[in-house]
């Protein structure tokens, strides 16, 4: 079966530090790949796709990048954090077929302060 | 263009009363139309899908949406509400995949509290 790890669960990063969370996919080849933000009551937001290695879409312009080194590895980055880009973290991935659904990680925690 | 539009973001109910999620979609093509649940600090996890054929779905935990093409919605409901389904409540249609697009849409949620 397949299975969506991420980490950290939680992380507290001053201001101007960098960032890298890392979400691995196992049971599965070639999946499409997500990063979500969910700020403090509010919906989410998608922040990357990607369809493949070294094919990465961002849907909003801001100081966060994603990377896929690996087939099923996805991670996000920033070089410096801002107080805004505190939020829950959620890593998603999908066979790619339009009638599948997300399965998403369980999130990961940041706390900028 | 896809969208979704969850009316109520807090909906309230007792224990043992019908719970009833509302969700509107807006799709360029035939949707497929999915409700997620979120406990929290966690991530979050299908209760059901519609993809084509019959339009009641029954998903996990006693729950079941009906697609109803004519009214653009997929409402969620469960007869009678426990206390653990206290959780935030998520509604999404399925991207214009005639484009190529196969990016999933959220409604901004709603959070469901059960009241003893």
């Known amino acids: 079966s397949q299975t969506i790890h991420q980490w950290p669960a939680t992380l507290v990063q001053p201001v101007g530090s960098p960032l890298s969370l890392e979400c691995t996919v196992e049971?599965?080849?070639?999946?499409?790949l997500y990063w979500y933000r969910q700020a403090a009551g509010r919906g989410l937001q998608l922040l990357f796709y990607?369809?493949?290695?070294?094919?990465i879409s961002s849907e909003v312009p801001q100081n966060l990048s994603a990377s896929r080194p690996q087939d099923r590895q996805f991670i996000l980055s920033s070089k410096k954090l801002l107080l805004s880009d505190s939020g829950f973290y959620l890593c998603?991935?999908?066979?790619?077929?339009?009638?599948?659904?997300?399965?998403f990680g369980n999130g990961t925690r940041l706390t900028v302060t | 263009a896809q969208s979704v539009t969850q009316l109520g973001s807090h909906v309230s109910v007792s224990e043992g009363a019908l719970v009833l999620l509302r969700c509107n979609y807006s799709?360029?093509?035939?949707?497929?139309l999915f409700w997620y649940v979120q406990y929290p600090n966690q991530g979050l996890q299908l209760l059901l899908k519609?993809?084509?054929?019959?339009?009641l779905v029954k998903g996990i935990n006693g729950f079941e949406a009906e697609f109803k093409k004519s009214e653009t919605s997929f409402h969620l409901t469960k007869p009678s509400a426990h206390m653990s389904d206290a959780a935030e409540y998520f509604c999404?249609?399925?991207?214009?995949?005639?484009?190529?697009?196969?990016?999933?849409?959220f409604g901004t949620g709603t959070r469901l509290t059960v009241i003893p």
């Open positions: 799709s360029s093509v035939p949707p497929y």
């Open positions: 999404a249609v399925s991207g214009d995949y005639q484009t190529g697009a196969n990016n999933l849409f």
């Open positions: 998603a991935w999908t066979t790619g077929l339009y009638n599948s659904p997300l399965h």
């Open positions: 990607s369809i493949g290695i070294d094919q």
């Open positions: 049971g599965t080849s070639n999946p499409n």
């Open positions: 519609y993809t084509t054929g019959a339009t």
